[in-house]
């Protein structure tokens, strides 16, 4: 941070931060520090920010036309800048008015991650105030053509690249992030971007995207995130061959040696940021996915979003449905299509919930849960060729090659699609299930949009109104028999912010399986009767920190109880303390 900051032209400026803790006066970020990270506190008024042409250029300082005459003077901005000034709000305004003239979803996304390196506050102003309508743009579905397309869009490293020509010096490169005091670090290998596949070193728009939400959904400063893409190859044929390839071009080393450089970046980022930095495991293949949750669960701050946050938001969503459905979740059936990371993780908290609530033993709600793969349904005959995570899930059935037989054999109350493959909720599939169940749930929980299990349109269309439907990625509300449904987007968005926030704040040192249960928990109460009226099972984004402060207050609070928080003393009201720990995008007033 030192070089960035270094005073310019002799001129070194120093942030007014009086008022103190007043909305606006540009305290908050340093809040926020003193929030989450007591031991690493920076006394603000020793941070000071470049001046002139440098200070317009640093956009974690940068406010454009927003500086005020006071600040041109001290700041050597005099003829810099076009005589207006404006405030934040009709930057705002400018700014979403331009966005919205671009036709092309990729262009906004470009857009508006030009903003970001140009203007981080008012970035984070337009994410946090436009929430509904940029989402799509930030993150799924837009995101994976970014990912597809990184390397022809790519213009400055958002995050840190650590590939096999760093084995060895991890440590090293750590330290030239400019952020010292890190609280979460999202990392992928780029092994399954969404349901894309491999995209190798163009996987970092995915950590880049999440880590965006942890700012704008979720509270946590930006200064606190970082980004992270391991590159040890890709197996992608059309990518080794792209002249303007961003990664290594080779293909993905496994094993031992992709282990040893895995340990080598779990022990850096421990040695470099302390036992209370989150790691957020993200799009990993499965294999490795587990892998690495079950080597680090218990000496790291880990979390895999793809299998734990993607469990806690379904767990809400069919809590938060039970309302509409009736009964309770032990009066269900799941079926899911797709046993990988998503399923098998969203099978096992339902069954643990649902062991939790009715007393009986996990082994035999487990049996209430089936799964099918691409060879059929997950039987007890094909246990000894399974992959470990898939065992649990082999019960008592004659085997059954496909979907379709599979619903028509297992008849679920809820079809759950976790496979990354789209269109496999076909007509038949949907009409088998709304031909026993009067009110059928449907997720289809695959991402970016094409990998889709099937549309709103067709849930609706093809169950005739009757369907509850949540997906992964937005679909618009959709017009059946003159009525108005509102899909509900279950994607894990909703849960990792506030989750993550939780951590944080209470410096938790570990992440604990009724930490999710309680993410959930505090999700699902936030669904309302009038959502509910419009088939949602989801509340709107639009509320989403507020849902984040009390999801964060449930995991920080449940962090307490299992003596797993080292942030002590406790504050005594959780939900009021996340609020105010939460990062705010306003300008801060310079002297
Ligand atoms: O990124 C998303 O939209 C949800 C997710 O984790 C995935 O699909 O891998
Ligand atoms: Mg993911």
């Known amino acids: 941070m030192e070089s960035v900051l270094k005073a310019h032209r002799g001129g070194e ?8 803790w007043t909305v606006g006066g540009g305290v908050e970020d340093v809040y926020g520090e003193d929030c989450a990270t007591e031991d690493q506190l920076v006394t603000p008024w020793t941070v000071s920010v470049a001046s002139g042409y440098s200070l317009l250029r640093d956009p974690h300082h940068n406010k454009g036309l927003a500086f005020n005459e006071k600040e041109r003077d001290a700041h050597y901005l005099r003829g810099l800048l076009p005589p207006a000034i404006i405030s934040q709000e009709l930057q705002e305004k400018k700014l979403m008015h331009s966005l919205r003239q671009y036709d092309l979803p990729l262009h906004k996304y470009m857009a508006i991650m030009e903003l970001e390196e140009r203007n981080e506050r008012l970035f984070y102003k337009l994410l946090i105030d436009n929430v509904e309508e940029l989402l799509p743009v930030v993150y799924t579905p837009t995101v994976g053509e970014a990912c597809q397309k990184y390397g022809s869009i790519f213009r400055r490293p958002q995050g840190l690249y650590i590939s096999l020509k760093e084995k060895g010096k991890i440590l090293e490169v750590l330290r ?20 894309l596949g491999d995209l190798g070193c163009q996987g970092m728009g995915i950590p880049v995207g999440k880590l965006a939400l942890y700012t704008a959904l979720g509270g946590v400063r930006p200064s606190g995130c970082l980004p992270i893409t391991i590159d040890v190859g890709t197996n992608n044929e059309q990518l080794l061959n792209d002249e303007f390839y961003i990664g290594l071009k080779q293909k993905r080393v496994t094993g031992k040696e992709y282990y040893d450089f895995l340990h080598e970046f779990m022990t850096a980022v421990k040695q470099n940021y302390g036992e209370k930095v989150l790691i957020q495991f993200e799009d990993f293949a499965n294999h ?16 895999n979003d793809d299998i734990q946050g993607t469990a806690s938001v379904v767990l809400a969503g069919l809590v938060a449905s039970l309302k509409l459905l009736g009964g309770t979740l032990a009066d269900h059936r799941f079926l899911f299509f ?3 990371e998503a399923g098998t993780g969203i099978a096992e908290l339902i069954a643990i919930e649902m062991s939790k609530q009715s007393k009986i033993p996990l082994e035999e709600t487990r049996k209430m849960i089936w799964l099918v ?21 082999a019960h008592e059935h004659v085997p059954v090659h496909n979907l379709l037989d599979a619903v028509k054999a297992i008849k679920p109350t809820a079809l759950i699609g976790t496979s990354g493959v789209g269109k496999t909720f076909t007509k038949e599939v949907v009409e088998a299930i ?14 970016p949009t094409s990998q889709s299990e099937c549309t709103a349109e067709e849930a609706y269309t093809w169950t005739e109104g009757r369907a509850i439907f949540a997906s ?28 993550g926030f939780g951590l944080v704040i209470s410096g938790a040192i570990r992440v ?39 999801i964060a207050a449930n995991v920080a609070a449940k962090a307490y109880e299992l003596g797993l928080a080292t942030r002590l003393p406790r504050p005594a009201d959780l939900v009021k303390y996340a609020e105010s720990c939460m990062y705010t995008p306003s300008y801060r007033s310079y002297r």
């Open 288 to 303: 490795n996915a587990f892998e690495l949750l079950a080597r680090y669960g218990t000496t790291h701050l880990v979390f």
């Open 434 to 447: 709304a031909s026993f169940n009067q009110k059928p749930l449907i997720m289809a929980l695959s991402n």
């Open 373 to 393: 793969d691409s060879k059929g349904l997950i039987v007890n005959s094909r246990k000894e060729s399974l992959q470990h995570f898939k065992k649990p899930w």
């Open 13 to 20: 400026s120093v942030l007014d931060l009086s008022p103190r």
């Open 176 to 195: 030239n992030w400019p952020q010292r005091t890190i609280q979460v670090i999202v990392v992928t290998d780029g092994e399954r971007i969404l349901g």
């Open 472 to 499: 992964g990625s937005p679909f618009n509300p959709v017009e059946f028999n003159g009525k108005r449904f509102v899909p509900g987007q279950a994607n894990n968005a909703y849960i990792f912010p506030g989750l």
């Open 512 to 550: 604990h399986d009724d930490m999710l249960l309680a993410a959930s928990e505090a999700l699902a109460g936030q669904v309302r009767d009038e959502h509910c009226d419009k088939g949602m099972i989801y509340p709107p984004f639009s509320n989403i920190r507020k849902i984040s402060a009390h």
């Open 338 to 340: 797709g046993a990988g």
